[in-house]
């Protein structure tokens, strides 16, 4: 079974600019979560889909922050404009439902922004 | 709300010894699950354990086992014969049973292991 797959792995940009990351889940998984991680922190929720639907998005800031999961499969996450405290590692993770408990993450993607 | 703590930033341990990682949680909750998460350098969080805590028995898998005390909210991680591919940071995490539930973190554990 393959797992999560995220791109890009590392992406560097300069402030006021914008970035997006794609994320793939597990074949199958109804549920897609997208997770900031600041460096010495543990992961933070930003969003939560269930299918193409937004079940949770209290933690997302919603001025320079969006995601979208079209046709209930892939996602996409941007930042438009990025600031300095947006450097972080941005994980994605799916499960197969929004009750079942275990989440499977993808290998997330390291952000700088100078 | 509920709340993950981890207060000790960083242990080391010696390779074949035995080392357990301490974590508190605060909910008012009585049922849900606990989990402890592994993240090595490559970033990717990989489920080590999980606790229901509805079962009285602690979970067990291979070398890696928990200390789950509901009354006192406690869910430590202690492992057996380190080695050196233990090293990485390990986050004890929190989810309530039933949809839609979030999964809250605490802010983790840097493990370092000595040959």
């Given amino acids: 079974e393959a797992g999560v797959a995220q791109s890009p792995r590392y992406k560097i940009i300069e402030k006021r600019q914008s970035v997006a990351f794609w994320c793939n889940p597990i074949s199958g998984h109804a549920t897609l979560y997208w997770y900031q991680q600041i460096l010495g922190q543990g992961p933070k929720l930003l969003i939560q889909f269930q299918n193409n639907g937004v079940v949770d998005d209290s933690q997302l800031p919603k001025d320079r922050f969006s995601a979208e999961r079209l046709k209930g499969v892939d996602s996409t996450l941007k930042i438009q404009p990025a600031k300095l405290e947006d450097s972080a590692v941005y994980l994605c993770a799916s499960s197969r439902d929004s009750s079942f408990e275990q989440q499977f993450f993808g290998p997330g993607t390291r952000l700088t922004v100078l | 709300a509920q709340t993950v703590t981890q207060s000790q930033p960083e242990m080391s341990v010696q390779e074949a010894e035995t080392v357990t990682l301490s ?17 090595p350098p490559s970033r990717q969080m990989i489920l080590v354990i999980r606790q229901e805590a509805y079962k009285q028995q602690n979970a067990t898998e291979n070398r890696f086992s928990v200390n789950f005390q509901k009354a006192a909210k406690s869910f430590s991680l202690k492992i057996s014969d380190s080695q050196l591919g233990d090293a990485a940071m390990y986050f004890c995490a929190y989810k309530r049973t039933g949809a839609n539930s979030k999964l809250t973190f605490g802010k983790g554990i840097t493990l370092s292991v000595r040959p």
């Fill in chain 2, 23 to 39: 974590c508190t949680y605060d909910t008012s909750e009585s049922d849900y699950y606990l989990f402890w998460y592994k993240q």
